[in-house]
């Protein structure tokens, strides 16, 4: 049977026959209902101030309730939805977010509510027009998708020599990412492929470094290379991993002028090099493609820098690389 709410008339007859003393089942039977829901209803509308049912009272709160069905408020107050909307414009993911609001506001609130909190703004969760009021948020996002689709996953089965000391004869422990030191390395192309910027990133921490190139050959490589890391002590310098391109080429030079041993990945297996994919596609949202790099000023590239160097990691705990590196250089 389907449940039908009680009418401000039905609600009159219960308040006149409680008056009269008659039991829940006489006023049951005459509203032609279960004896249940008439107490029910009764015990939800008792004011405490009073003890008597209020039958205006309660077509009130019926229909406040019927009002506010299916709504919910997405995050839990005006304080975490300011901390969640200002990170995302960071480009700061969910789940950082997530990480990092426990330890700056001592709140706790889960990725997908956040995700739940970015799609809502948005009619039939992101399939139609944007609600009155509301912001789009989704551009903040890594994917910027316009709905939330399954993640899918794409692999490399295409395996050829690499040009120098092959990634199969890494040592496990790099690739178990026990210990600091350990770098993977890539360049970031300009637009029409000319000269972009050289990335670094450590595979244990995500600290990265990102320096301007004034040309695509080995030498502005290996000179980009070796100028972040002669500061750097010995202790966090131990390999490099790189991919097949011309620029890496002169690796003999590259291990020489840095004192790291260096190790190149299969081609076209970019996900061997997982670490530095992932942080090049988060320079990506700073410096999208066909970026010019000769009109990105050189503090602009720091800015992002730092940028990525401040934002909590999942793997870090909600610790950022720079805490984690900074963590590792003070032993």
Same mark, same amino acid.
């Given at each position: #049977?389907?449940?039908?709410?009680?009418?401000?008339?039905?609600?009159?007859?219960?308040?006149? $026959?409680?008056?009269?003393?008659?039991?829940?089942?006489?006023?049951?039977?005459?509203?032609?209902?279960?004896?249940?829901?008439?107490?029910?209803?009764?015990?939800? /509308?008792?004011?405490?101030?009073?003890?008597? !049912?209020?039958?205006?009272?309660?077509?009130?709160?019926?229909?406040?309730?019927?009002?506010?069905?299916?709504? +919910?408020?997405?995050?839990?107050?005006?304080? %975490?939805?300011?901390?969640?909307?200002?990170?995302?414009?960071?480009?700061?993911?969910?789940?950082?977010?997530?990480?990092?609001?426990?330890?700056?506001?001592?709140? *706790?609130?889960?990725?997908?509510?956040?995700?739940?909190?970015? !799609?809502?703004?948005?009619?039939?969760?992101?399939?139609?027009?944007?609600?009155?009021?509301?912001?789009?948020?989704?551009?903040?996002?890594?994917?910027?998708? +316009?709905?939330?689709?399954?993640?899918?996953?794409?692999?490399?089965?295409?395996?050829?020599?690499?040009?120098?000391?092959?990634?199969?004869?890494?040592?496990?422990?790099?690739?178990?990412?026990?210990?600091?030191?350990?770098?993977?390395?890539? =360049? %970031?192309?300009?637009?029409?492929? &000319?000269?972009?910027?050289? @990335?670094?990133?450590?595979?244990?921490?995500?600290?990265?470094?990102? *320096?301007?190139?004034?040309?695509? =050959?080995?030498?502005?490589?290996?000179?980009? %290379?070796?100028?972040? $890391?002669?500061?750097?002590?010995?202790?966090?310098?131990?390999?490099? *991993?790189?991919?097949?391109?011309?620029?890496?080429?002169?690796? &003999? /030079?590259?291990?020489?002028?840095?004192? #790291?041993?260096?190790?190149?990945?299969?081609?076209?297996?970019?996900?061997?090099?997982? @670490? /530095?994919?992932?942080?090049?596609?988060?320079?990506?949202?700073?410096?999208?493609?066909?970026? /010019?790099?000769?009109?990105?000023?050189?503090?602009?590239?720091?800015? %992002?820098?730092?940028?990525?160097?401040?934002?909590?990691?999942?793997?870090?705990?909600?610790?950022?690389?720079?805490?984690?590196?900074?963590?590792?250089?003070?032993?």
């Amino acid at each position: #049977m389907e449940y039908k709410h009680f009418s401000v008339e039905e609600r009159e007859l219960i308040q006149t $026959m409680w008056w009269e003393r008659r039991s829940m089942r006489e006023i049951a039977k005459a509203l032609g209902r279960s004896h249940t829901s008439v107490s029910r209803e009764m015990k939800r /509308n008792f004011p405490l101030s009073r003890k008597v !049912y209020a039958p205006r009272l309660a077509q009130k709160r019926a229909e406040e309730n019927t009002h506010k069905r299916g709504r +919910k408020d997405r995050l839990k107050n005006d304080e %975490v939805r300011a901390y969640v909307v200002s990170h995302l414009k960071r480009r700061w993911s969910p789940e950082q977010i997530s990480l990092r609001i426990k330890i700056d506001l001592q709140k *706790t609130i889960s990725h997908e509510a956040i995700y739940q909190y970015i !799609y809502h703004q948005v009619h039939r969760e992101g399939r139609g027009y944007l609600k009155p009021g509301c912001e789009d948020l989704r551009s903040y996002l890594r994917r910027r998708r +316009k709905r939330r689709v399954p993640l899918g996953a794409r692999r490399c089965h295409r395996v050829l020599r690499p040009c120098g000391t092959s990634i199969e004869d890494r040592p496990q422990i790099v690739n178990d990412r026990k210990r600091i030191g350990d770098w993977e390395g890539d =360049t %970031v192309e300009s637009v029409n492929h &000319q000269r972009g910027v050289n @990335t670094l990133v450590e595979r244990k921490t995500g600290y990265v470094f990102i *320096t301007k190139l004034k040309d695509r =050959t080995s030498a502005s490589t290996i000179h980009a %290379v070796r100028k972040r $890391m002669e500061r750097l002590p010995t202790k966090v310098k131990r390999t490099l *991993t790189l991919d097949n391109g011309p620029e890496n080429r002169d690796w &003999q /030079n590259m291990e020489k002028r840095t004192k #790291m041993k260096t190790y190149f990945a299969h081609p076209y297996c970019s996900g061997e090099r997982g @670490t /530095n994919e992932n942080t090049n596609g988060l320079i990506r949202d700073y410096f999208p493609k066909k970026t /010019n790099f000769d009109m990105i000023t050189n503090e602009e590239i720091r800015f %992002v820098e730092q940028e990525l160097n401040d934002r909590p990691r999942k793997r870090l705990r909600g610790r950022t690389p720079l805490e984690a590196l900074s963590g590792a250089l003070t032993y």
